[in-house]
């Protein structure tokens, strides 16, 4: 645990446990969420051909829809448990390895 509070810049173990709750409820509301844009979009396992390609592709476009949802609600559960500089700075590093650059006004 010691090397991942210092690799993250964490000074406590409370700040720790914090950060993984965060990221498990995360993962579930976005999971959770992203169920009813689904349906909104028609997008569900029954219009799709049944065959491997339309689940294929089903579970392509529910990955393609819950990414962004889980971005936004990140840092929105980060402000809420009063870790959005870490969740903020979390972001701005994954997103930029994926080329999308933000600009430091620093």
């Known amino acids: 645990m010691s ?25 579930s509301s976005s999971v959770y969420v992203g169920a009813p844009i689904l349906e909104l979009l028609s997008i569900t396992k029954e219009n799709l051909p049944d ?6 592709l089903y ?15 990140l840092v929105a559960f980060g402000f809420l448990f009063g870790q959005f500089k870490f969740f903020w700075d979390f972001e701005k590093k994954m997103l930029s390895r994926m080329g999308i650059k933000f600009e430091d006004k620093s």
């Not at 476009?61 to 936004?72: H, K």
Request: aromatic content about 20%; proline content about 2%; charged content about 10%.
């Open 51 to 56: 065959h491997f390609l339309g689940i294929s």
């Open 59 to 73: 579970y392509f476009l529910r990955i393609v829809i819950i990414f962004p949802i889980y971005q936004i609600l």
């Open 3 to 27: 090397k991942l509070k210092e690799r993250w810049g964490i000074t406590s173990n409370f700040q720790l446990v914090i950060i993984f709750i965060v990221f498990g409820i995360t993962g």
